[in-house]
């Protein structure tokens, strides 16, 4: 079981930059890929970035790529995403996710608010 915990949501003027934190903690050798999503009230949950354990390469939605920046330490059980530039359309509820390559499941975390308002 992996626990995860995330951190650094709130509310910024478009333009503005947040960076989100998730740290994993439990069962999390093996190969995995852990990333974020945002659900937005009333539209379903999406992938917004995500980076693999083996190489650290991100995959990123179109809506984000060039804005948004997915990391991962050292160590490998924290993420990060730089948020630069948001817009409105970013305001979401944030979930971190952890996946299993080898046993394909999932965990998420309980999720951070980030609100683009002015």
């Known amino acids: 079981q992996v626990q995860l915990v995330e951190s650094g949501g709130g509310l910024v003027r478009p333009g503005g930059s947040l960076t989100l934190s998730c740290t994993a903690s439990g069962s999390i050798t093996g190969l995995n890929v852990m990333g974020w999503y945002r659900q937005a009230p009333g539209k379903e949950r999406e992938l917004v970035a995500v980076?693999?354990?083996?190489?650290?390469?991100?995959n990123y939605a179109d809506s984000v790529r060039g804005r948004f920046t997915i990391s991962r330490d050292g160590g490998m059980n924290t993420i990060y995403l730089q948020m630069n530039s948001l817009k409105p359309e970013d305001t979401a509820v944030y979930y971190c996710n952890f996946r299993s390559l080898m046993t394909r499941s999932d965990s998420w975390g309980q999720g951070t608010q980030v609100t683009v308002s002015s």
């Open positions: 980076i693999f354990s083996t190489t650290s390469s991100p």
